[in-house]
């Protein structure tokens, strides 16, 4: 059952809408604000106010790699793996993570923390090498400000 | 040296507000559109300023706008969406123009959609965009206040209303079509052309799709005139360019020149040269789907004829200097399974054809290629090309890929006689 908060939250989003199914990408998004992941259980509801199949708005869903349809950590580092971070030392910082966290890309920490995830370029190439961790970048990269940013991440 | 799409910005503050805007003359170039031009001497102007498609693709802004049908008798509602999707990998300069100066976009917009005579806009940017979303909210939030948006703007009659579509990820939402098919709320893949979307686009209607470098470059030529803006320039073209440098250069960045500024200049002067202890073997010129050129080409110009006729494209002008030390085989496998990742599995080249060549290319860098890996992916460079796919993902990719071992087949060999790869 998606809460009240969200059901308003996606009747807004569709007053800016011409056509319901316009929504979706926002909606899907809406409920992942609010849990972290897009459950089935969530992703019908969300279809049934849209006025689409479940499958028919999956596809959409499942299209995008930053809708998760899997639970997820509680912050989700996204790792830049694209030319200008790979020339610029994104190997050994896949190192450095996966050593510290114990995890490979699309694992989640056992406590729950982080969950580590491949991403292309964020353009922040004059920053290389980059990721970004919830909604914050982070770039040039090195061991000291990667401990830096785990520890601040609770 | 005039640097106009970057004049108001300082990386040491915020962005002008709307107010600080105004006071360094900004929103002037559209009350002059909106009160004292008509839409047809607004495309004119453009296409005779020589501005070119700023995404990559470099077609005149203002031809693409003659193909939207104008008059009473047009289709309505018409459509402009701004691309600022900015997935490219390499390419970093519209964050810089949308965190640097929002408001100079949305003068571009709206002047744009004038022109068109369109009466919805979206600007379509990535959700790692964090920060330009942001500051792009805040803008046009404060220009709905000062009524530049929304309904009878200057009471001329015209209506624009301006939404931010935040997308979800994958790098095929900035393909124009895919990007329609998102904001329709499909699963966004590449639709197939014709027809165009100038004539039928978002839910059918003619829709126009730039790029945000485009947009705010539009202000400008408004303002100051097309002689103005192409002596701006060093070639035939119009405009300055921003270009970027990443990789090992000592001061990677984002720089306004002139456009058709030569490769030598942007590296070693503006991009502060190499790196300590590092010699330049190759240049991705302007994104992942160009192909590499050789210090041979320092000195072409950087504009969209001069880097077709050294062989590649300029494509998004951001480029990343590749040392010796760096394997090139090692670089194309990366770029090569970036497009890979992102194909959206419409069409079979493109989604049968890049895992192959990751496979054959991830081979060969491990050491277990064979001799005739070679002709392999030379065979799949003819076939995943343009003509046989529905949009230019898969044959963009094919272009790093073929120049590599058109400058660089020895070190594909050396990897296969040497059963490793020499570069680790």
């Known amino acids: 059952m998606l809460s009240h908060e969200e059901i308003e939250e996606i009747q807004d989003a569709l007053s800016h809408c011409e056509k319901k199914r316009a929504a979706g990408l926002d909606a899907l998004k809406i409920v992942q604000r609010h849990r972290g992941w897009v459950s089935d259980e969530s992703l019908k509801d969300v279809a049934e106010i849209l006025d689409m199949s479940p499958s028919e708005l999956d596809s959409v869903a499942t299209f995008y790699s930053l809708i998760f349809r899997r639970p997820v950590g509680r912050h989700v580092i996204l790792l830049c793996d694209s030319v200008s971070c790979w020339v610029m030392g994104y190997e050994s910082v896949y190192d450095t993570l996966k050593r510290k966290l114990g995890i490979v890309f699309g694992e989640t920490t056992k406590d729950g923390r982080f969950t580590l995830l491949p991403h292309p370029c964020l353009g922040a190439c004059d920053r290389a090498p980059a990721m970004m961790v919830d909604n914050e970048l982070y770039g040039p990269l090195d061991e000291g400000l990667i401990d830096q940013i785990l520890n601040s991440c609770e | ?424």
């Open chain 2, 1 to 424: 040296m005039e640097k106009p799409l970057t004049q108001n910005m300082n990386p040491n503050r915020k962005p002008f507000s709307l107010d600080e805007y105004e006071q360094a003359g900004g929103y002037e170039a559209m009350r002059l559109a909106l009160t004292s031009m008509e839409p047809a001497e607004i495309r004119t102007l453009v296409e005779k300023a020589g501005l070119r498609g700023r995404g990559g693709a470099g077609f005149s802004t203002g031809r693409k706008w003659g193909f939207v049908p104008m008059g009473p008798d047009a289709p309505k509602p018409k459509y402009l969406t701004i691309n600022a999707d900015e997935m490219e990998p390499a390419t970093f300069k519209d964050r810089v123009l949308m965190e640097g100066d929002p408001h100079q976009l949305i003068e571009g917009i709206i002047i744009t959609a004038f022109t068109i005579q369109a009466e919805t806009a979206y600007i379509f940017i990535r959700q790692c965009y964090t920060e330009a979303s942001r500051r792009l909210t805040k803008a046009i939030n404060e220009t709905y206040a000062k009524g530049y948006l929304g309904k009878n703007i200057l009471e001329t009659g015209f209506n624009l209303e301006l939404h931010l579509h935040e997308s979800a990820g994958r790098y095929i939402c900035g393909e124009e079509t895919a990007l329609l098919n998102a904001l329709e709320g499909k699963r966004p893949n590449p639709r197939s052309k014709p027809p165009f979307p100038p004539v039928v686009g978002l839910w059918g209607k003619p829709t126009i799709t730039n790029n945000v470098e485009t947009a705010c470059n539009i202000p400008h030529i408004v303002k100051n005139g097309a002689e103005w803006y192409r002596s701006l320039s060093r070639v035939g073209d119009g405009g300055t360019k921003i270009y970027g440098a990443s990789g090992k250069v000592n001061t990677p960045g984002a720089f306004e020149l002139p456009l058709g500024t030569t490769l030598r200049e942007i590296i070693e002067h503006h991009a502060g040269g190499m790196k300590p202890g590092t010699k330049l073997k190759a240049i991705l010129p302007g994104g992942a789907s160009t192909g590499l050129l050789t210090p041979d080409h320092l000195d072409v110009k950087m504009d969209f004829d001069s880097v077709q006729a050294a062989g590649s494209r300029m494509g998004t002008g951001t480029l990343v200097a590749i040392d010796e030390k760096t394997c090139i085989v090692g670089l194309v496998l990366n770029l090569v399974r970036f497009f890979a990742r992102e194909s959206c599995g419409w069409c079979t080249p493109c989604r049968e054809g890049l895992p192959w060549v990751v496979k054959l290319l991830s081979a060969i860098e491990h050491g277990d290629g064979r001799p005739e890996d070679l002709e392999q992916l030379k065979h799949q460079i003819r076939f995943i090309a343009p003509g046989r796919t529905f949009c230019p993902l898969g044959p963009g990719a094919m272009d790093p890929l073929k120049s590599a071992l058109h400058y660089f087949e020895e070190d594909f060999k050396r990897h296969i006689q040497e059963k490793k790869c020499p570069w680790t």
